[in-house]
C-alpha cells in the first residue's frame, strides 16, 4: 500500500515533514521510493528537462499518461502526484476527463495550477474520490501572464489574495497545497492557515513538506540553477546516497536554508 493522504495530514499534524520529488520513468521512481520520499510528483516539467522545450506549455496529456504509467512501475509505495497538463483542466468536464485518466494510469492523485477560481473543479474532483493538489504561487502553466519565472506574492495585496485561494481551495476539497517561489513569511502565514500539508520548493522551510526536481538535486541543472535548487550530489558517492541527505535535510529542518529562501 502507498503513502496516503491521511498519512500526510497526520505528518503534519504531529509537526513531522515530509519530502517530495519529481520522477519521470521507473528507474527513478525506483530509487526515489526506496529512499523513503512519501510523494513522487510526475511533473510537467518534464516538457522542459526531458523535452528540451523552453516552458510546460507544449506537454500533453499522453505524455503525461505514459510517464506516469512509467513510474507507478517503479513506485515502492510512494504517493504518486501527476500534473494536469496545460489546459486540460480549463472546465470542471475537462478536468473531470483527464483527471480520470491520469488516475487510471496509476496517479494517486492530480495537481492543478491556478487560485480561487478552481474552487468548482476541485469540488468535483474530489465529490468523485479524486484527490487533488492545488499548486500556487508561481504557476509555470502561466508563464506568459506573470512575465517570467519570478517570485510571486512580494506584495500585500497579492499575499492576501494567495493566503484566501489556499483557503477557498481547502474549503473546495483541496487535500494538498503546493507553494512555488514564494517569500518564506508568507508560505509560512499559508502552512499555519490550513490543515492540508502544503509542500513548498522555493518557499522557505516553514512549510509541511518540500519538493524539487529530481534533476536539480543531483546537480545537472542546465544553465543557471535557481536560487531554490541544493545540488545534494556535492560530497554524495552516490545517487542513493544524495537523495538520503535530502530527506534527512528537508525532515530536520536543514534544507532549504535562508540562501534558498526569498524574503518579502
Ligand atoms: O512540474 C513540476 O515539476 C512542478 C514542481 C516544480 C513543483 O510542478
Known amino acids: 500500500m502507498a503513502i496516503t493522504i491521511p498519512q500526510l495530514r497526520e ?39 526531458l523535452q528540451g522545450h523552453d516552458s510546460t506549455l507544449p506537454v500533453t496529456m499522453e505524455d503525461m499518461i505514459y ?10 509505495g510512494a504517493l504518486i502526484m501527476a500534473d494536469m497538463p496545460f489546459m486540460s483542466y480549463a472546465t ?17 492523485m492530480v495537481k492543478l495550477e491556478g487560485g480561487a477560481w478552481l474552487a468548482e473543479t476541485i469540488e468535483k474532483l474530489s465529490e468523485r474520490g479524486i ?9 509555470p502553466q502561466s508563464v506568459n501572464k506573470l512575465g517570467g519565472y519570478k517570485v510571486q ?43 492540508a500539508p502544503v509542500i513548498g520548493i522555493g518557499a522557505g522551510n516553514q512549510t509541511d513538506a ?13 544553465g543557471r540553477r535557481p536560487k531554490f535548487v541544493k545540488n545534494f550530489m556535492a560530497g554524495a558517492e552516490s545517487i542513493d546516497t544524495a537523495i538520503s541527505h535530502y530527506v534527512a535535510a528537508v525532515k530536520d529542518g536543514s534544507f532549504p536554508g535562508e540562501e534558498h529562501s526569498f524574503a518579502h
Do not use: W
Open 131 to 139: 484527490p487533488v493538489c492545488a499548486h500556487l504561487g508561481l504557476t
Open 11 to 49: 505528518l503534519k499534524s504531529s509537526g513531522k515533514k515530509f519530502t517530495c520529488l519529481t520522477a519521470y520513468d521507473a528507474t527513478f521512481s525506483h530509487v526515489i521510493s526506496q529512499a523513503g520520499v512519501e510523494v513522487i510528483l510526475v511533473g510537467d516539467s518534464l516538457g522542459m528537462v
Open 153 to 195: 506574492g512580494r506584495n500585500e495585496h497579492q499575499a492576501e489574495k494567495m493566503l484566501e485561494d489556499a483557503v477557498a481551495l481547502e474549503a473546495a476539497g483541496a487535500d494538498i497545497v503546493l507553494l512555488e517561489c514564494v517569500p518564506n513569511q508568507l508560505a509560512e502565514r499559508i502552512t499555519r492557515a490550513i490543515d
Open 92 to 108: 470542471p468536464e475537462q478536468a473531470m476527463y483527464n483527471a480520470s485518466r491520469l488516475m487510471q494510469a496509476g496517479a494517486h
Open 67 to 76: 510517464h506516469v504509467s512509467a513510474v507507478c512501475k517503479g513506485n515502492q
Open 210 to 222: 518540500q519538493v524539487l526536481v529530481i534533476y536539480d538535486l543531483l546537480g545537472i541543472t542546465p
